[in-house]
């Protein structure tokens, strides 16, 4: 059972979700034109609501860090899987941040205490 408690967490289980939905929408993009292909999506939202809470989902408890590329109704259209291959770069980017800061203060903490 995996319920993020720490930043380091936290962060992992972000880049982890938007790195599985990046290959689910490479895979959209690659297959526009495969007849009977179904659009595949990773809906994170649901491990990332709650994330500043004291509860987690029980979907991220069970499944743990990884997200679960699901079919997604719909044609693949080119411009849709590109914009959200955007905004999933935006929060890949954001969860590299978080942890670049996080590791900055445990740098400072591990300094201080020296």
């Not at 895979?27 to 609501?49: A, C, E, H, M, W």
Request: glycine content about 6%.
């Amino acid at each position: 059972m995996f319920t993020p408690k720490t930043s380091l967490d936290k962060c992992n289980l972000m880049l982890d979700l938007a790195a599985h939905r990046q290959r689910a929408l490479a895979g959209n993009i690659s297959n526009i034109d495969t007849p009977g292909y179904i659009r595949k999506d990773v809906d994170f939202s649901q491990y990332l609501g709650s994330m500043n809470s004291p509860l987690e989902t029980k979907l991220s408890e069970k499944l743990g860090p990884s997200g679960i590329i699901q079919d997604s109704q719909g044609k693949v259209d080119s411009v849709h899987e590109l914009s959200e291959m955007h905004k999933n770069a935006i929060i890949y980017k954001t969860a590299v941040k978080r942890v670049t800061s996080t590791l900055s203060e445990l740098k400072t903490v591990m300094n201080v205490g020296s």
